[in-house]
Nanobody
Framework: QVQLVESGGGLVQPGGSLVLSCVAS????????MGWYRQAPGKQRELVAT???????NYADSVKGRFTISRDNAKNTVYLQMNNLKAEDTAVYYC??????????????????WGQGTQVTVSS
């Protein structure tokens, strides 16, 4: 079984910083892109940032210059450094991974996984 586990969410004041982490574990052959998405109450889930296996990055316009996505391929981990947080960044943040997973007696299969989400609240 393969799973993504996020950590690092919490309550922070406007202008503050947080770092989110997401670890992929299980029978993983390789990981392609990883990313962070968020969903605020009453809104659709939206892309925050993605990073390819070659470390090419893509950001939503709303977070450019404030958030930085990075990954440690040896640890199957993706990070999201969030600086200068604003009230509108309040949401549940979800980790996403496009990966190949190993199956016993069968060819590896490509899968898209989501983490369980971690709450980020920006408030004074």
């Amino acid at each position: 079984q393969v799973q993504l586990v996020e950590s690092g969410g919490g309550l922070v004041q406007p202008g503050g910083s947080l770092v989110l982490s997401c670890v992929a574990s299980g029978s993983i052959v390789s990981i392609n892109a990883m990313g962070w998405y968020r969903q605020a109450p009453g809104k659709q889930r939206e892309l925050v940032a993605t990073i390819t296996s070659g470390s090419n990055t893509n950001y939503a316009d709303s977070v450019k210059g404030r958030f930085t996505i990075s990954r440690d391929n040896a640890k199957n981990t993706v990070y999201l450094q969030m600086n200068n947080l604003k009230a509108e960044d309040t949401a549940v943040y979800y980790c996403n991974a496009d990966l190949w997973r190993r199956r016993i007696g069968l060819p590896s299969i490509r899968s898209e996984l989501w983490g369980q989400g971690t709450q980020v609240t920006v408030s004074s």
